[in-house]
């Protein structure tokens, strides 16, 4: 059974940065994607940024350029560093990881709000 720990939300002011953590335990298959995605109220789920083992990313548009994907193989864990947030960014952030067979494992998601 798979368990996504996640860490690192909270509230900020527009303009700040937050560093999200999470860590996976208990697969007996290597992680190779890992990533985040974001809820806001009244909205769908979407991907943040993901990124595979061999260091391969991708990035919503919308956070191109202010928020960078780190990942450390060894324990199983992504990072989401967010600088220059905006009010938009405020939602649950959900750390994901894909199955060999495509089951989606998530973590219960830590909220992020900025505001002033």
């Known amino acids: 059974q798979v368990q996504l720990v996640e860490s690192g939300g909270g509230l900020v002011q527009p303009g700040g940065s937050l560093r999200l953590s999470c860590t996976a335990f208990?697969?007996?298959?290597?992680?190779?994607?890992m990533g985040w995605y974001r809820q806001a109220p009244g909205k769908q789920r979407g991907l943040v940024a993901d990124m595979t083992s061999d260091g391969s990313t991708d990035y919503a548009d919308s956070v191109k350029g202010r928020f960078t994907i780190s990942r450390d193989n060894a324990k199983n864990t992504v990072y989401l560093q967010m600088n220059s947030l905006k009010p938009e960014d405020t939602a649950v952030y959900y750390c994901?990881?894909?199955?060999?067979?495509?089951?989606?494992?998530w973590g219960p998601g830590t909220q992020v709000t900025v505001s002033s």
């Open positions: 208990g697969s007996i298959f290597s992680f190779d994607i």
């Open positions: 994901n990881t894909p199955s060999p067979s495509g089951y989606d494992f």
